[in-house]
C-alpha cells in the first residue's frame, strides 16, 4: 500500500506525461510568483500614495493574498522539484484560496471578480488528470454559492453553468491533448526502433560485404536514408547520394573527410555540433537523437562496423529526415494555444456580458442591453462552433462519421445557405449571389445535413477573407452525366502558392496576419475535405494572391 501511495506521490520521472506536467507546473508557479510580487509592490505604492485607502476592506484583502500568493508560489516552485502532483494540488489550491480572498465576497459570487474562479478549472485540467476540470468546477460552485448566501443574494446559475462548461470543454481538449501525445510518442518510437533495426541490419550488412565494394554501394545507394561510414581514424569513407540531398554537401566533400567537414554548414547550429562527433565515443549502437538541419530535422543513428573477427573497423552513420514528424508535434502544441485561446475568451463573454443581464433582471430591457445580449449570442454561437469543429474531427478520425443516403433539393440548400449567411455578408458589406444550373435535378440522393455543413463552411470562409464591397458567389452546376458541383468563388486576398499544399491539413492555417485576425483552430477546411472524401468527391482550389480564390466540390450525381 505504501509503494502505491509513494508511486503515486513521486512519479517516474521518465514518464513523460508527468515530465510535461512539472514543466507547466514550474512555469505556472514562477509566472505567478512574478505576478503576485508585481501586484504586491503596485499596490503597496498605491496605499503609500493613499493612505486613507488602508482601513478598507478590498485593499487589506488583496494585500494578504498577494503576500500569500508569494509565499506559496515559492513553496510550490521548490517542492516541485520532489513531486510534481503535491505541487500541482498546493497551485491549485492556492489559486482557490487566492481567488476567494482577493476581493469582497460581493464581488466573487456576483460581481468583476467572478471570472477569477475560472482559472483553476482550466488550469487543471493541464497538470493534473483531465476530469479534475469537474472537480474545481464543483469546489468553485460551493465557494460562489456559499459566498452569495452570506450576502444573501442568490447563487450565481450563470456563472455555475459557465463552470461546467468550461469544465468539459478542458477536459475534452486535455484528454484528446493527452491521447494524441501518447500516439505521437507510440509513432515516434516505433520509427526509432526501425532505424535501429535498419541500422543494425545494415551494419551487419556492411561487415560481411566489405570486400565487395560494387554490392557494398549499390546497397548505401538504394536507400532513402542517408548514410555515412566513417574509419577508426575518424575519416569518411563511404557516403550514398542521400546523404547529399539531406545535408547539401556533395559526396566529394565528405569522402576522405572527417566529421567536422560535413558540420562546417551554416545551417547546422553551433550547439549540434558536439552531439553529432560524439558517435565516436560510444561502443555499439547509439541511441537515436535529433538535430535540426536548416529547415529540416533529421534524426541520426549510429552504430560500430566489425568485421568477421569482430574487431571494430569504424563506425556507421544514418540520417533520417523526419521533418515531419517535428512539425507534427509543433503543430500539436500549437493547438493547445489556439484552443485555449479561442474557448476560453468566448467564455469570459458570456460570463461578463451576462452579469451585466444579470444585475438588472429587475428593471427593463435598454438599448444597450440588448446589443450586449447580441454579443452574448454572438460570442456563444462561436464557442459552439469550435466545439462543434472538434467533435466533428473527432468522430472522422475514429471512424465513426456516417454519410447519410436521402433525397434532398438542390435549390432548398442553396437557399438555406444564402439565409444562414446573408446576415453574416451583410454585415461585413459583402455581396452574397447564388445561383443554380437550370440542368440540375430537382431532386438527388445525398446528406443534405453534411452538403449544407460544406456549403457554409466554404461560403463563411469566403466572406470572412472577402473585403469589404467585394463578391462571394455560390453556385451549384452540373458537371456531367455522372457528377455535380458545388463551386464558392470570392474576390479576396486569394492563397499563396505555398500554402495550398496544406490549407486542407487538420490544424493548419495559411500564415498572415489576416487569418490570425479571423481567428479558428484550422478545422473548417480539413473537415470539409474529409466529408467531400466520404462522399467519394473531390475538392479543388484555384487561387491568385490578390485575385480571390475558387473552390470546387465534385460529387457523384445519383438521382435514385
Known amino acids: 500500500m505504501w509503494t502505491k501511495i509513494r508511486s503515486y506521490i513521486f512519479p517516474d520521472r521518465n514518464d513523460p506525461d508527468e515530465t510535461r506536467r512539472q514543466e507547466i507546473v514550474r512555469i505556472l508557479s514562477f509566472g505567478f510568483f512574478v505576478l503576485s510580487l508585481l501586484g504586491l509592490v503596485a499596490i503597496l505604492v498605491f496605499l503609500f500614495i493613499n493612505p486613507e485607502r488602508w482601513v478598507q476592506q478590498d485593499n487589506q484583502l488583496t494585500v ?59 488550469i487543471s485540467s493541464l497538470i493534473f488528470a483531465p476530469a479534475s476540470s ?147 565515443a560510444r561502443e555499439g549502437a547509439v541511441p537515436t537523437f535529433r538535430v535540426n538541419w536548416g529547415k529540416k530535422t533529421l534524426s541520426v543513428n549510429a552504430a560500430e562496423v566489425r568485421d568477421v573477427n569482430n574487431q571494430s573497423i569504424g563506425t556507421v552513420a544514418v540520417f533520417r529526415d523526419v521533418t515531419r514528424e517535428a512539425e507534427l508535434e509543433r503543430m500539436k502544441d500549437t493547438f493547445v494555444a489556439v484552443v485555449s485561446h479561442e474557448l476560453r475568451t468566448p467564455l469570459n463573454a458570456i460570463l461578463g456580458f451576462a452579469e451585466m443581464i444579470k444585475e438588472t433582471v429587475y428593471g427593463p430591457v435598454s438599448e444597450s442591453q440588448k446589443k450586449v445580449s447580441v454579443r452574448i449570442m454572438e460570442n456563444t454561437r462561436r464557442l459552439l462552433s469550435i466545439v462543434s469543429e472538434l467533435l466533428d474531427q473527432a468522430q472522422i478520425q475514429s471512424g465513426r462519421m456516417k454519410i447519410n443516403s436521402e433525397p434532398c433539393n438542390p435549390s432548398e440548400l442553396l437557399k438555406s ?99 490570425r485576425n479571423y481567428g479558428g483552430v484550422g478545422l473548417g477546411l480539413a473537415i470539409v475535405k474529409q466529408l467531400v472524401e466520404l462522399m467519394n468527391g473531390r475538392i ?21
Not at 466572406?463 to 467585394?470: L, N, Y
Open 64 to 122: 494578504i493574498s498577494a503576500v500569500v500568493a508569494i509565499l506559496t508560489s515559492a513553496g510550490v516552485y521548490q517542492f516541485n522539484k520532489r513531486s510534481s502532483r503535491i505541487a500541482s494540488f498546493s497551485l491549485l489550491l492556492l489559486l482557490v484560496v487566492v481567488s476567494t480572498f482577493s476581493d469582497t465576497p460581493e464581488q466573487l459570487s456576483n460581481g468583476r471578480s467572478l471570472f477569477i474562479f475560472t482559472i483553476p478549472i482550466v
Open 134 to 280: 469537474f472537480f474545481f468546477a464543483v469546489v468553485n460552485t460551493i465557494i460562489v454559492s456559499v459566498l452569495a448566501r452570506q450576502t444573501d443574494l442568490p447563487p450565481n446559475i450563470t456563472a455555475i453553468i459557465g463552470f461546467f462548461m468550461l469544465a468539459f470543454i478542458s477536459w475534452f481538449s486535455s484528454r484528446n491533448l493527452e491521447q494524441a501525445l501518447r500516439e505521437l510518442r507510440v509513432i515516434n518510437a516505433e520509427l526509432d526502433q526501425r532505424v535501429v533495426e535498419r541500422t543494425s541490419e545494415l551494419s551487419e550488412s556492411l561487415t560481411r560485404e566489405a570486400a565487395q565494394a560494387s554490392q557494398r554501394e549499390a546497397i548505401l545507394n538504394s536507400i532513402a536514408d542517408g548514410v555515412v561510414v566513417f574509419d577508426n581514424h575518424g575519416s569518411a569513407i563511404v557516403a550514398n547520394p542521400s546523404i547529399t540531398a539531406l545535408t547539401g554537401k556533395p559526396q566529394e566533400a565528405i569522402i576522405g573527410h572527417g566529421i567536422s567537414n560535413l558540420l562546417s554548414s551554416s545551417e547546422i547550429e553551433a550547439d549540434q555540433h558536439a552531439r553529432i562527433s560524439n558517435i565516436f
Open 417 to 515: 445557405v444564402q439565409d444562414t449567411m446573408e446576415h453574416i455578408s451583410s454585415e461585413k458589406g459583402v455581396n452574397l449571389v447564388t445561383e443554380i444550373d437550370s440542368r440540375m435535378p430537382q431532386t438527388l440522393i445525398g446528406d443534405s445535413q453534411r452538403l449544407q455543413q460544406i456549403m457554409i463552411n466554404l461560403t463563411n470562409n469566403a466572406i470572412k477573407f472577402t473585403p469589404k464591397g467585394g463578391e462571394v458567389r455560390v453556385s451549384i452546376n452540373k458537371a456531367g452525366d455522372k457528377t455535380w458541383q458545388i463551386q464558392v468563388k470570392d474576390t479576396g486576398e486569394g492563397i499563396p502558392e505555398e500554402a495550398r499544399e496544406y490549407i486542407f491539413d487538420t490544424f493548419r492555417q495559411v500564415e498572415s496576419s489576416a487569418t
Open 540 to 560: 479543388n482550389v484555384d487561387s491568385q494572391t490578390n485575385a480571390g480564390s475558387v473552390f470546387t466540390v465534385t460529387l457523384p450525381l445519383i438521382t435514385n
